[in-house]
């Protein structure tokens, strides 16, 4: 008698889910860097820029898939 394979279901690694999202699309987006103290010295353009989230591209996007669970 042969045992059937199970495949095993990947852990959602929480850490990753709370720093980063899905789009609808299937678009990773992330928070900007260097957003939370020592404004002072960068222009009011780059701070507006700052506020949007960034997508995710490359081999960390991949990355990232695996260990959201998608």
């Known amino acids: 008698m042969k045992k059937k394979n199970k495949i095993v279901k990947l852990k959602t690694r929480h850490s990753v ?3 980063f999202r899905f789009t609808k699309t ?3 987006l992330r928070r900007c860097n260097q957003n939370r103290h020592l ?3 960068r222009s009011r353009k780059n701070s507006r820029r700052k506020r949007a989230p960034q997508e ?3 081999s960390m996007a991949k990355k990232l898939v695996k260990m959201l669970g998608k």
Request: aromatic share 8%; glycine share 16%.
């Open 17 to 19: 889910a709370k720093r």
């Open 26 to 28: 299937g678009k990773i």
């Open 39 to 41: 404004k002072a010295n």
């Open 56 to 58: 995710v591209f490359g």
